[in-house]
């Protein structure tokens, strides 16, 4: 089991926010952020990128299916 943390806020991350780093800015970027900083960096809602990660969670996206805690 490891942890993640956000780069910018050091809140630890869901595999869920991990997943959307990767999909969104791909997936060799070094450093992550939770949904907050994220939406921060790319101007939009909290809300609307954990809708965007179910969305690509549900549409059997494989960034997804992956535990990056394990
Ligand atoms: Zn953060």
Known sequence: MKTVHCH???KELSNNE???NL???GKHIGTLHCYQCLSE???CDTVRLQE???QYKSSGCL???TN???
């Open 68 to 70: 990056y805690t394990a």
């Open 63 to 65: 960034l997804f299916q």
């Open 52 to 54: 965007l990660a179910e």
């Open 23 to 25: 999909k969104l800015l």
């Open 8 to 10: 910018k806020c050091t």
């Open 18 to 20: 991990i997943a959307l």
């Open 41 to 43: 960096y790319l101007r």
